[in-house]
């Protein structure tokens, strides 16, 4: 397919979406390619399935389900734990080799991104359709990860492509065809409509994008919210919805989490847990400089169920020592003797900027600032020598015991943006 439409009037927006194919479960498989074509599924730590193989739903294994009805169900099915650290390597590696063709990238999620291509095909004097073949060759090629594409004018119609042909695909919506996309497209798997509006908008017989798409612009304002005029604005081929491909330097909360398996009501373990928990949540509030006023920490049981604290500082800080002090007595309030939990985490609210006085080490100043010094000292040598050079003793009983998977939100991708 040529690129004319795009060519005969390139004011217009080329914008790519690449979206990683069963993600988690393809990154295993390049980790250990011996899992090639057979069933997985990832999640054993969580006690469900997060992710799975085409393999492992083409028998009948669903995301949700519990691991132990997999375990009962469907033996021939390799489960592993999740290993989001390097979930997202994978993900900045793949977003590194989309930025070998494009400077405007959106990074929207841990397997997905978008990219303005407007213009591109003369800058590299390749057409639209061969430089999203290079991206995915590359992909493919260098990390052993599939990818499925999509081309279009604008965003939402860039998802509708990527998600036309999976896995492995690659779709090219012009303004020319774009109807019959939109024609075969169920409303409620249109990116931004979510299940009660696709409900209410069936029960007024719309049922595809394109029975949308040809209601009225005036309809569409009297009868939804703003969002979805975007949306309709778009399907029609109308930039509506802009990149953000600004990086995020001002942040509302950092928070911190870490699941284990099996899972268990060891007090000292789960307080263990949490210094932990905080120690990497303040060590991420120096890094950008910022203090905490609102602490909040919470466990999560076997059956889901979530029970937290939270105590405002009488002296912001981000010196894990000053947490700890003033969330002991809130631990002893959420922990109850005979329930088993799976997950502990800290998040660190209402984030204000910090300066510390380095004078302040050695005159009056407060044992926060005192404690925050010592902790920017500790920050430095550890990026020369390695992460936990040194940590506190509460954090030991942690590191000691070995658990199964690693939480999503040991990664860097745990700051809330404002």
């Given at each position: 397919?040529e690129?004319?439409?795009f ?13 990683g ?8 498989v390049?980790?250990n ?8 599924v ?5 006690g ?6 085409y393999?492992?739903?083409a028998?009948?294994?669903?995301r ?5 009805r997999?375990?009962k169900?469907?033996p021939q ?15 900045e ?6 930025r ?9 999620s ?8 407007t213009?591109l ?10 430089i999203a073949e290079k ?18 004018p604008?965003k ?22 774009v109807?019959?996309f939109?024609?075969k497209?169920?409303?409620?798997k ?8 696709a ?15 040809n209601?009225?612009?005036?309809w ?5 919210s703003?969002?979805?005029e ?7 081929g ?9 990086l995020?330097?001002t942040?509302?909360?950092i928070?911190?989490?870490?699941t ?38 919470f466990l999560k049981?076997?059956?889901?169920k ?16 000053i947490i700890?002090?003033?969330?002991c007595?809130?631990?002893d309030?959420?922990?109850a003797r005979?329930t ?10 209402n984030?204000v ?14 044992k926060?600032?005192?404690l925050?010094?010592?902790?920017q000292?500790?920050?430095t040598l550890?990026?020369k020598l ?6 506190l003793?509460s954090?030991h009983n ?5 658990t199964k998977?690693?939480?999503i ?10």
């Open positions: 397919m690129d004319a439409d060519k005969k009037t390139i004011e217009n927006k080329v914008i790519l979406h690449i979206d194919d069963a993600f988690f479960v393809s990154v295993e390049a980790k390619p011996a899992l090639k074509g057979l069933p997985v990832t999640g054993e730590e969580r469900i399935v997060s992710a799975l193989s393999e492992a739903k028998l009948g294994v669903s949700g389900m519990s691991i132990y997999v375990k169900d469907f099915v390799t489960i592993l734990p999740g290993d989001y650290k390097a979930y997202a390597h994978y993900s590696m793949m977003f590194d080799i989309v070998r063709y494009a400077y405007d990238i959106e990074e929207y841990i397997d997905e991104c978008f990219a303005d291509m213009g095909d003369r800058t590299l004097k390749l057409s639209y359709r061969q991206i995915k060759k590359e992909v493919n090629e260098e990390l052993g990860l599939s990818v499925s594409v999509g081309l279009a604008t939402v119609l860039a998802k509708v492509a990527s998600n036309w042909v999976k896995p492995n695909g690659l779709t090219i919506i012009e303004r020319s065809n109807n019959e939109l024609a497209k169920p409303i409620e249109i990116w931004g409509i979510g299940p009660k509006t409900q209410i908008l069936t029960k007024r017989g719309i049922h595809t994008a394109l029975d949308f798409s209601k009225s612009l005036e569409v304002r009297q009868n939804l703003a969002p979805y975007s949306i309709w604005r778009e399907l029609h109308e930039i509506a919805i802009g990149m953000d491909t600004e995020k330097t942040y509302s909360s928070q911190k989490t870490h284990f398996h099996p899972a268990t009501g060891d007090k000292l373990f789960l307080w263990s847990q949490l210094s932990k928990n905080i120690e990497d949540a303040c060590r991420k509030a120096r890094r950008y400089k910022l203090v905490p006023l609102k602490i909040v920490i049981d076997q059956n889901m979530y029970t937290k604290a939270s105590v405002r500082l009488k002296t912001p800080s981000n010196a894990p020592e700890l002090e003033e969330m007595e809130q631990f309030s959420i922990y005979g088993k939990y799976r997950t502990t985490g800290v998040t660190l609210e984030l900027e910090n300066y510390v006085q380095q004078e302040d080490l050695f005159n009056t100043g407060s926060a600032k005192k925050q010094i010592i902790h000292q500790i920050d550890e990026d390695g992460k936990r050079v040194v940590y003793a954090t942690a590191l000691k015991q070995k998977g690693t939480s939100d040991d990664t860097d991708q745990n700051l809330l943006f404002l």
